[in-house]
């Protein structure tokens, strides 16, 4: 075979590939597919070019598959149980199986009829004038007790139960994921970390005489123009990063106010005021320190009911429902303040601003839960002259304010750095002070030479 003849043949190859596919791709483009898997798949006429529809999908001929974007969406696997061993497989697994759901339903059925009895008992109530006193020790209040706890003990052994709390999609309004989540923060070291810290740190007693918290809260605040590892950007949910217990931060990143997040475990609305404080203040005048109150909030309702609760400049304290349970699979969370939150009974936010030359500032955030869990405390707005020597035991005992059992705490630390200065300039319009380390007086005398003549 000659040159010329093996080129021939390998452009006539060529042209004959081309043409082809040229084919192919005009049938493929003139094919439609119905949406409806019912309709046989028909061929539109080349000729009549301005009433051909526009295709569907390309897809090849005779076929009857459907598009996937007009195909329904399936459950995910992830979000159903499923049992790890087949029926029949171990008949073990299967008796126990059949042991949790038959104690289940005994215990479900019994929480059923404590349930009518407390429904009569209320009716009774409320016909004789009395009304239901929620917060009294009544036989009322333990039979609501033991129905929140044989609801728990009706359900807590369920895998599917189970499953849907390690995936994060469960109602967080039902007993049984409120006492997951609490059993969670309680025995899987978050609490633990906090104590450590609260009390590692001197918090409890210089601030506090005890501490026994009973709300999950959490600090965060706005992510800064800084580098960020890949792992902090994928944990970055709208700009806002949850900061650890005694965590050091810079005066760039608090120069915002933070959110409060919280988690609380009862279903009732209760009360409670909010501080932000720092203990660590040098005062000259006693060789010591004082508190410097950074931001006041009295009056904020939380409960277990919403999943978001914000308090705006326009609430003037009171809740609004942005969220419901079944619209968020997530834990329960109530937002407090955020950029510019607040109302008018609000003490304003003040930035840290650690001075020069102090060791490291706690800043504690507390919530205080009201003794009488209902009342509104009419609590003024503290002016600047008054943050400065607060006294957080004198207050709670002038407001009936709750310190130690109950509410929820948090702290992080700082030092002072450049950002400082900016902060007196700006926002408080003072001078900056600036402090050095006392010079050590040594007590014990000079050795003194002894001579002899």
Same mark, same amino acid.
């Given at each position: 075979m000659t040159r010329s003849t093996w080129v021939t043949l390998t452009c006539s190859t060529? =042209? #004959?590939?081309? *043409? *082809?596919?040229? =084919?192919?791709?005009?049938? &493929?483009?003139t094919t439609t597919i119905s949406l409806n898997q019912d309709e046989p798949i028909q061929e539109q006429d080349t000729t009549s070019s301005s009433s051909r529809p526009k295709p569907v999908s390309v897809l090849p001929p005779n076929s009857k598959k459907t598009p996937s974007f007009a195909r329904k969406p399936k459950p995910s696997s992830r979000s159903i149980w499923k049992s790890p061993i087949p029926s029949g497989?171990?008949?073990? +697994?299967?008796e126990a199986l059949k042991y949790i759901r038959a104690d289940a339903r005994k215990l479900s059925?019994?929480?059923?009829?404590?349930? !009518?009895?407390?429904? *009569?008992q209320e009716e009774e109530e409320v016909a004789a004038g009395q009304g239901v006193k929620k917060y009294s020790n009544s036989e009322l209040d333990r039979l609501r007790e033991k129905l929140e706890i044989l609801q728990i003990q009706s359900k807590i052994n369920l895998p599917e139960v189970r499953f849907a709390f390690k995936m994060g999609r469960y109602p967080f309004q039902e007993p049984v994921f409120r006492h997951l989540t609490e059993q969670k923060w309680r025995k899987d070291g978050m609490l633990d970390l906090l104590m450590e810290r609260i009390y590692q740190m001197h918090v409890v007693p210089d601030l506090l005489p005890e501490l026994h918290p009973t709300i999950d809260l959490h600090i965060q605040f706005p992510w800064t123009t800084g580098h960020r590892t890949l792992s902090q950007r994928r944990r970055e949910k709208s700009g806002w990063y949850t900061i650890e217990p005694g965590k050091f931060l810079i005066s760039k990143q608090t120069r915002d106010p933070p959110r409060v997040a919280t988690t609380a475990f009862h279903t009732d609305v209760r009360l409670y005021t909010m501080l932000m404080l720092d203990p660590d203040v040098p005062d000259e005048e006693s060789n010591s320190f004082q508190t410097y109150l950074h931001w006041l909030r009295p009056n904020i309702p939380l409960s277990a009911t919403y999943r978001n609760i914000k308090i705006s400049p326009s609430d003037e304290g009171n809740p609004v429902k942005e969220e419901s349970?079944?619209? =968020?699979?997530?834990?329960?969370?109530?937002?407090? %303040?955020?950029?510019? %939150?607040?109302s008018a009974r609000d003490t304003p936010y003040i930035p840290p601003h650690p001075q020069r030359g102090t060791p490291y500032h706690r800043y504690v955030v507390l919530l205080l839960p009201h003794i009488n869990p209902l009342e509104h405390l009419d609590i003024p707005v503290f002016k600047h002259d008054q943050r400065l020597g607060f006294n957080l $035991?004198? +207050? /709670? /005992?002038? #407001?009936? &304010?709750? &310190?130690?059992?109950?509410?929820?705490?948090?702290? #992080? $630390?700082?030092? #002072?750095?450049?950002? @400082?200065?900016?902060?007196?300039?700006? @926002? &408080?319009? /003072?001078?900056?002070? @600036?402090?050095? $380390?006392? !010079?050590?007086?040594?007590?014990?005398?000079?050795? !003194? =030479?002894?001579? @002899?003549l």
């Open positions: 060529v =042209t #004959w590939r081309q *043409s *082809s596919l040229v =084919t192919n791709l005009h049938r &493929l483009y497989k171990i008949p073990a +697994f299967d059925f019994e929480a059923k009829e404590l349930a !009518r009895v407390i429904k *009569s349970i079944e619209e =968020t699979p997530d834990v329960s969370k109530n937002i407090i %303040g955020g950029i510019g %939150g607040g $035991r004198e +207050f /709670a /005992a002038q #407001w009936d &304010l709750a &310190l130690g059992p109950g509410g929820g705490a948090h702290m #992080w $630390r700082q030092v #002072w750095d450049e950002d @400082v200065s900016d902060i007196y300039n700006n @926002v &408080l319009h /003072a001078p900056e002070p @600036v402090y050095q $380390r006392p !010079r050590k007086i040594n007590y014990v005398p000079e050795k !003194r =030479t002894k001579y @002899v």
